[in-house]
C-alpha cells in the first residue's frame, strides 16, 4: 500500500499513426504534461509513449506501463473514434482487470456542451493491477476540459472534470495520496479519506 509520501507515476501514451512516423509533432503529450504541472501539489513524474494505431502495440504499451513500469495513473490520447484505425478502446478493455464506465460518461457529457460530435467519443477508463486506465481526447483543449471540467464566470464549478474522482480511485486502488492545486481542480474526497494537508 502507498503512503502520503509516494511519488504518483504517470503513463502518458499518445496513440497517432502519423505523429509516431513523425509527419507531424505530438500534441496530447505537451498538453498533459502542462496541464499536470498546474493542477497536482503532490510529487509527480511522468513516462511517455508515442505508438502508431495498431490494437497490439496499444495492448503491449498499456501492459508494459501497468506491469514493469509500475504507473499508478496511465493516460492514453488519440484514437478513440469510430474511424476503422481507432482502436485504443478495445486494447484498453483487452487488458482490464475491471471497466470504470463512469469516466467515460463525464467525459463526454463534458465534451457534448461544446460539440454535437462528442457523442461519437468511445473513451473508456479501466483498472488494471494498480493503475487506472483512462482515454482521453486527442486535441489539447478538449484533454483539459475533460480533466478540468467547466468553470461559470465566476470561476466556480459548473460541470466537475473527470480528475476530481482520481484521487480517491487511486487511493482506493492502493497507489499514493494525490493532492491538487483546487484553482485548477480541486479532488473529491469523502470525509473519512481526506488527510491532512502535507507541508511543502
Not at 134 to 155: C, F, M, V, Y
Request: net charge negative; hydrophobic share 40%; charged share 25%.
Amino acid at each position: 500500500m502507498a503512503t502520503a509520501h509516494d511519488e504518483l507515476l504517470i503513463g502518458l501514451v499518445s496513440i497517432s499513426d502519423r505523429a509516431s512516423r513523425g509527419v507531424y509533432e505530438d500534441r496530447g503529450i505537451p498538453a498533459l504534461e502542462e496541464w499536470f504541472g498546474r493542477a497536482l501539489a503532490s510529487p509527480w513524474r511522468m513516462v511517455t509513449r508515442l505508438i502508431p494505431d495498431e490494437q497490439p502495440v496499444i495492448e503491449a504499451a498499456l501492459r508494459e506501463l501497468a506491469d514493469t513500469e509500475g504507473c499508478h495513473l496511465i493516460l492514453t490520447t488519440g484514437g478513440t473514434g469510430p474511424a476503422p484505425r481507432d482502436v485504443t478502446p478495445e486494447a484498453t478493455l483487452a487488458i482490464a482487470d475491471k471497466v470504470m464506465p463512469g469516466f467515460g460518461e463525464q467525459m463526454r457529457q463534458v465534451s457534448l456542451k461544446f460539440v454535437p460530435t462528442a457523442i461519437l467519443s468511445r473513451q473508456v477508463a479501466v483498472v488494471r493491477r494498480g493503475a487506472l486506465i483512462i482515454n482521453l481526447p486527442g486535441q489539447p483543449r478538449a484533454i483539459r476540459e475533460t480533466l478540468e471540467g467547466l468553470k461559470d464566470e465566476s470561476g466556480k464549478t459548473a460541470v466537475n472534470g473527470i480528475f476530481a474522482a482520481v484521487p480517491y480511485c487511486i487511493d482506493l486502488i492502493g497507489g499514493p495520496y494525490i493532492e491538487t492545486h483546487e484553482e485548477v481542480v480541486k479532488a473529491f474526497r469523502p470525509g473519512s479519506a481526506i488527510r491532512p494537508k502535507q507541508k511543502s
